[in-house]
């Protein structure tokens, strides 16, 4: 369940019996043929899932990240780094506040992954905050699913082509991994990655898909433990 289906005071009730909240980091970055808002859908499908298995509330998602290198594409919206970090201090210090004390972050754009230095040093603050984070394309299970199948994860391929990010026609062909000269501006990167895809197939099997789903959900079941 979600706070944008809740009063205050249904919150203040759960918290009652529970301190236990999905914290969902995204981007509005370019994803080719995909949805803009790839990385807030995919961790929020997740969030949601694991919600209507647990119970565990889940807060509205960041919809912005540091997304700068893509910044060439439209529609790409990026925050200064020093200005996601404090946004998610900002973020944990209000709901730690009125008694939240296990938090789980549903992270899934690259980017942000320079949020886990700041809330190491509020984990180091606030002795009975607990956090874990999870990058759901960077897991061990998801790597595994891809492994299984023969397939390469890569930033806008198949592997973030789910049916609720798929917008558009999506092409057949494979595309060959651009060659990366190193760190690129924003408008290097669109003449190396041109349509937004960093290579491989576009789609994967809609089972392939369903698969990655269910292993990538038990992930954040297990974390949700924690134990």
């Known amino acids: 369940m979600r706070f944008d289906e809740l009063n205050w005071m249904d919150v203040e009730r759960y918290l009652e019996h529970e301190d236990r909240l999905m914290l969902v980091l995204g981007a509005c970055e370019q994803h080719a043929y ?20 647990t119970g565990v509330l889940v807060a509205p998602p960041l919809n912005f990240g540091a997304s700068p290198y893509f910044l060439a594409y439209p529609g790409t919206i990026s925050l200064r780094l020093s200005t996601l970090l404090d946004v998610v201090e900002d973020m944990v210090r209000s709901v730690y506040g009125y008694g939240f004390r296990r938090l789980l972050f549903l992270n899934g754009h690259g980017g942000n992954i320079p949020v886990r230095g700041r809330l190491y040093e509020l984990a180091s603050q606030m002795p009975d905050l607990r956090i874990a984070w ?23 391929n198949w592997l973030e ?7 558009g026609d999506m092409p057949q062909e494979y595309k060959a991994p651009p060659k990366v000269p190193g760190l690129l501006s924003a408008q290097e990167a669109r003449k190396v990655y041109g349509d937004g895809s960093f290579g491989g197939p576009y789609r994967a099997p809609e089972a392939v898909m369903d698969e990655l789903f269910r292993e990538a959900l ?4 297990t974390l949700l433990t924690f134990s």
Do not use: N
């Open 34 to 53: 995909l949805s803009l808002a790839t990385d807030v859908k995919v961790p929020l499908a997740l969030a949601d899932a694991a919600s209507t298995r």
């Open 134 to 156: 999870y990058d759901w394309w960077l897991s061990d299970t998801v790597k595994q699913v891809a492994e299984k199948h023969g397939l390469q994860p890569a930033h806008a």
């Open 161 to 167: 082509a789910f049916p609720f990010t798929i917008v």
């Open 218 to 221: 038990q992930d954040v079941l």
